[in-house]
C-alpha cells in the first residue's frame, strides 16, 4: 500500500511532467506543431491511392505574405527552396466562384496579374501564356489556383491570355508564339510555361521554373489516369527559356483545330538540340476541367500529314513567319489581356471567304486514341 505522501508525490510528478510538455509545446510554436501532425496524417491518408491525394487549400497560410515587411532595404534573394511549398494541393470546382472573389483572394496580385514576393527578391521571372477563346468558365479556376501556386513558389510571374479574335477555327500553337513575343515585350522574362487554360496544377512542388532543356510538366492527368499517355508527348503544359524557344524556332503557324500541334512542338525540341525533361509524376499531377471538343476546334484531318513532314518545315514555319495583329492589349487586375487577329491557312487578311473553316468530322474518334 502506499502512502498518503508518496501518492501525492507521484501526482505532482505526473503534473510536472504536463507542464514540461506545456511549455515545449508553445515554445516550438503550438501552431507550427499541430499542423506538422495534421500533414503527416494528411500524407499517409493520400500515399495507399493513386487517383485522388486529399491536398491542403491552396491558399492555406499564404495570408502571411501580405503581412511580412521587407526584411530590410535591400531586398535579399528568396531562399532555394521557398518555405511556403507544401506538396499536394485540394483541387475542385465549386460553382458561384466569382472573379471578384479570386481578386479579394489575392491582394498583391497587381495590374496585368503580375506578382513579386513582398519579402524577397525572386530567383525567377516566368510568364505564364494562356491559349484562348470562350472558355471564362474554365479560366476563373484556373486563375484561383494557379495564383497562390506561384505565390507559393515565390515566383515574380505575370498571367497572359492570349484571345483568339473572330470566330475561325482556333490555333492554339499559333497563339502561343504570340504570347511568346508579346509577353517578351513587356518583360525579360526567363521562363515562359505555355499552359492550357482548363489545368489544373495538383502539387507546388511541380515549380514553374525551367529547366536546362524544355520541360514537359502536365506528365501526370487525370485525363490519361495520371500517367504520361506516350513518351514523346508534350502536350497541356510546358515549360520553355527564350533561348529554347528560339533554338526551336518557336511553335507551327499551320495547324488549325484540334490536334498534332504538341507532337509537332515535341518534334521540333529534338531537331533544335535539345531533349524534353519532365518532373516526377508524383509532382507533375494535374486535373482537366472536363469538356467537349469547342465549336470552331474542329479535328485537324491533316495533323498526320503534316506531322510526317516537320523535319523539313520547322525552319520555314514557327516563331520567324508568325503574322498576326493586336487588336487590344489589356492589363487587367488577374491577367493581362491580348486579343489577336491571326487570319487563316490563307493569310493574315485573306477575305473569309477564300478560306473556310474545315468542315466537321462526322466520325469523331476518342481523343484519347488519336493522341497515339
Ligand atoms: C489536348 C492537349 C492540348 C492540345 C490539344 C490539341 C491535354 C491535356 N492537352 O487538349 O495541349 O495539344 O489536345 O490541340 O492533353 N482552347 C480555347 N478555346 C477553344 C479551343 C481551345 O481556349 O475553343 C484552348 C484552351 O486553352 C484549351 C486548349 O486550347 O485548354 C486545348 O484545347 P482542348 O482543351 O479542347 O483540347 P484537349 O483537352 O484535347
Ligand atoms: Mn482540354
Redesign the pocket.
Known amino acids: 500500500m502506499l502512502s498518503i505522501q508518496s501518492k501525492l508525490r507521484y501526482l505532482f510528478m505526473f503534473l510536472g511532467v504536463q507542464l514540461v510538455v506545456m511549455a515545449l509545446l508553445s515554445r516550438e510554436g503550438y501552431q507550427k506543431r499541430v499542423t506538422y501532425f495534421i500533414r503527416i496524417f494528411r500524407k499517409s491518408e493520400g500515399a495507399g491511392h493513386n487517383l485522388s491525394v486529399s491536398g491542403s487549400d491552396v491558399y492555406a497560410n499564404l495570408s502571411v505574405l501580405s503581412r511580412a515587411p521587407p526584411s530590410s532595404e535591400v531586398m535579399t534573394y528568396c531562399p532555394q527552396t521557398s518555405p511556403y511549398i507544401r506538396g499536394p494541393i485540394h483541387v475542385s470546382f465549386p460553382s458561384g466562384l466569382t472573379l471578384a472573389q479570386v481578386q479579394r483572394k489575392n491582394p498583391l496580385v497587381v495590374r496585368g496579374g503580375r506578382y513579386r514576393p513582398p519579402d524577397c527578391e525572386s530567383r525567377h521571372r516566368t510568364a505564364i501564356i494562356?491559349?484562348?477563346?470562350?472558355?471564362e468558365h474554365h479560366l476563373k479556376f484556373l486563375l484561383y489556383y494557379i495564383h497562390p501556386f506561384l505565390q507559393r513558389q515565390q515566383l515574380n510571374y505575370g498571367i497572359y491570355i492570349i484571345h483568339q479574335a473572330g470566330n475561325y477555327t482556333?490555333n492554339?500553337a499559333k497563339l502561343m508564339n504570340v504570347g511568346f513575343r508579346e509577353a517578351m515585350r513587356d518583360e525579360d522574362w526567363d521562363c515562359l510555361f505555355f499552359h492550357?487554360?482548363?489545368?489544373i496544377p495538383e502539387d507546388d512542388r511541380n515549380t514553374y521554373v525551367c529547366d536546362a532543356n524544355p520541360k514537359h510538366a502536365?506528365i501526370a492527368?487525370d485525363?490519361f489516369g495520371y500517367k504520361l499517355p506516350y513518351n514523346l508527348y508534350f502536350?497541356?503544359v510546358s515549360a520553355l527559356t527564350p533561348l529554347h524557344y528560339l533554338k526551336m524556332n518557336g511553335f507551327p503557324n499551320n495547324y488549325w483545330g484540334?490536334?498534332g500541334?504538341?507532337d509537332d512542338i515535341g518534334v521540333r525540341v529534338s531537331l533544335g538540340g535539345m531533349h524534353i525533361t519532365r518532373p516526377s509524376v508524383k509532382v507533375g499531377r494535374y486535373k482537366?476541367i472536363k469538356?467537349k471538343?469547342?465549336k470552331?476546334?474542329d479535328i485537324n484531318p491533316k495533323r498526320f500529314n503534316m506531322l510526317s513532314k516537320t523535319r523539313q518545315s520547322w525552319k520555314l514555319d514557327g516563331m520567324n513567319t508568325a503574322e498576326y495583329e493586336i487588336i487590344s492589349r489589356k492589363y487587367l487586375p488577374l491577367y493581362t489581356n491580348i486579343t489577336v487577329e491571326i487570319g487563316t491557312e490563307a493569310g493574315l487578311h485573306t477575305p473569309p471567304a477564300a478560306a473556310q473553316p474545315a468542315p466537321p468530322d462526322s466520325a469523331k474518334p476518342d481523343?484519347k486514341q488519336l493522341k497515339s
Do not use: C, T, Y
Open positions: 494562356i491559349p484562348h477563346r470562350n472558355r482556333f492554339r492550357d487554360v482548363d489545368l502536365a492527368m485525363k502536350g497541356g484540334w490536334g500541334e504538341d482537366m469538356h471538343l469547342d470552331g476546334n481523343q
